[in-house]
């Protein structure tokens, strides 16, 4: 069974820093994209960043860039976000999202999706 | 970046009724649109990849058309199940993005 689990969470004050974890099983970790998605409270879904099976690319969204960063360790099938420079509107519940890669077949391509989440780990900037 | 445009926001329907959503995209992103869903305190779902091709288990109530830049997700007939919110996501290119969400809710 397919499980991801997020933690490092919390509290932390404008301008802090949090590092966030998801600790994958069940499948081949190496094989599979990545993906930070959060959602603020009550509201929609946003992704973060993303990362290659391999760790060698890397993509984050513009609200993000500069001080999010999406990292993998294959060696412990665990997915992390080392976030910097914290604002209040990175208010959210971050979700970890493993992702099925697209693939062509029959003169047919078919996208990539987002195949199994974690259940997030909450994250508050406030004074 | 591709935005992603659902309509409407909200929709309040019976059990029984048909529900269509639509999703629309910034640009032409082919067939290259997945739906979700996600109930209050769950991680989402995934419904629908490839605009029209139904994810092994989803009830066959369940179904997507479009291609290029407009999107719809049908529900035949609305089960007490399916109130939740649906979201469509592009993976045509990153960043990987979603429409706001579409919450249907009981009649």
């Known amino acids: 069974e397919v499980q991801l689990l997020e933690s490092g969470g919390g509290l932390v004050q404008p301008g802090g820093s949090l590092r966030l974890s998801c600790a994958a099983s069940?499948?081949?970790?190496?094989?599979?994209?990545m993906n930070w998605v959060r959602q603020a409270p009550g509201k929609g879904l946003e992704w973060v960043s993303g990362i290659s099976g391999s760790g060698g690319n890397t993509y984050h969204a513009d609200s993000v860039k500069g001080r999010f960063t999406i990292s993998r360790d294959n060696s412990k099938n665990t997915l992390y976000l080392q976030m910097n420079g914290l604002r209040a509107e990175d208010t959210a519940l971050y979700l970890c999202?493993?992702?099925?890669?697209?693939?062509?077949?029959?003169?047919?391509?078919?996208?990539?999706?987002?195949?199994?989440w974690g259940q997030g780990t909450l994250v508050t900037v406030s004074s | 970046d591709i935005q992603m445009t659902q309509s409407p926001s909200s929709l309040s329907a019976s059990v029984g009724d048909r529900v269509t959503i639509t999703c629309r995209a910034s640009q032409s992103i082919s067939t290259y649109l997945n739906w979700y869903q996600q109930k209050p305190g769950k991680a989402p779902m995934l419904l629908i990849y490839?605009?029209?091709r139904l994810q092994s288990g989803v009830p066959s109530r369940f179904s997507g058309s479009g291609s290029g830049t407009e999107f719809t997700l049908t529900i035949s007939s609305l089960q007490p199940e399916d109130f939740a919110t649906y979201y469509c996501?592009?993976?045509?290119?990153?960043?990987?993005?979603f429409g706001q969400g579409t919450r249907v809710e009981i009649k």
């Open positions: 999202a493993s992702e099925k890669p697209g693939y062509c077949s029959g003169g047919s391509c078919y996208p990539a999706y987002f195949q199994h």
């Open positions: 996501q592009q993976s045509y290119t990153t960043p990987r993005t």
């Open positions: 069940g499948f081949t970790f190496s094989s599979y994209a």
């Open positions: 490839a605009a029209s």
